[in-house]
């Protein structure tokens, strides 16, 4: 029987098509597992966690609150940090205005419109002129996201970016529920710190480093 003459190429073009299909398929197979492969771990970011202890030179602006025996107290902040000094700005606390905390070495100093009062620590110094009692000393490292130097912690929590999410020091219990993007690291956003009947909320709002 003589065959018809489009026969050959009709079954060279669905077989040419079969094949091109299934080379396709194993091509994105390949392509997707070779993908997964390759794709790294997602792993802490050791370095910058280093850089937060030498970090010397920064600030932070937000609003902080503080609940003591039933009583709520609130005030917005700017914490100006150089070196081992700082300069606290708290403004709007006990209706009592502008006031500025400054650490000048070993010297503590406050001062507001009608006050100019030294003392040997800044959480004695604070707590006597506003009532607010803040950890001032321990906040200094704590609002960049690391244990305090001055005492062990009693315990430590890393999120899977390798941020601290809860802190156990010096009777304080410390809770970093969010952190924000600041040149480059991952900087604390805000934070609960709880001791006993006191509960102290830091709302960070900017970060200048």
């Given amino acids: 029987m003589p065959h018809s003459p489009n026969a050959y190429p009709q079954h060279t073009a669905r077989h040419f098509f079969a094949r091109t ?17 390759l794709t790294p771990t997602k792993q802490p970011n050791l370095q910058s966690k280093d850089e937060l202890y030498t970090l010397d030179s920064w600030r932070a602006s937000g609003k902080l609150g503080t609940r003591y025996k039933g009583k709520n107290e609130s005030a917005f ?26 650490k000048e070495g070993n010297s503590f100093r406050i001062e507001s419109k009608d006050l100019n009062e030294h003392a040997a620590s800044p ?35 890393h999120n899977e970016d390798g941020d601290l999410s809860a802190l ?36 960070i709002k900017s970060w200048d480093i």
């Fill in 21 to 37: 299909k299934q080379l396709l398929i194993l091509l994105g197979v390949s392509l997707y597992l070779g993908g997964c492969s």
């Fill in 77 to 102: 902040f700017s914490w100006t940090q150089t070196g081992d000094d700082y300069t606290i700005h708290l403004y709007g606390p006990l209706g009592q205005g502008s006031v500025y905390l400054y």
């Fill in 123 to 157: 959480e004695q110094l604070l707590q006597r002129t506003t009532g607010l009692q803040l950890p001032v000393s321990n906040l200094a490292y704590w609002l960049r996201g690391i244990p305090a130097t001055s005492i062990s912690a009693d315990k430590t929590q």
């Fill in 168 to 203: 156990q020091q010096e009777g304080w219990e410390i809770t970093y529920r969010s952190y924000m993007p600041a040149y480059g690291l991952n900087m604390p956003e805000k934070i609960i710190a709880k001791r006993k009947d006191i509960k102290l909320t830091v709302s």
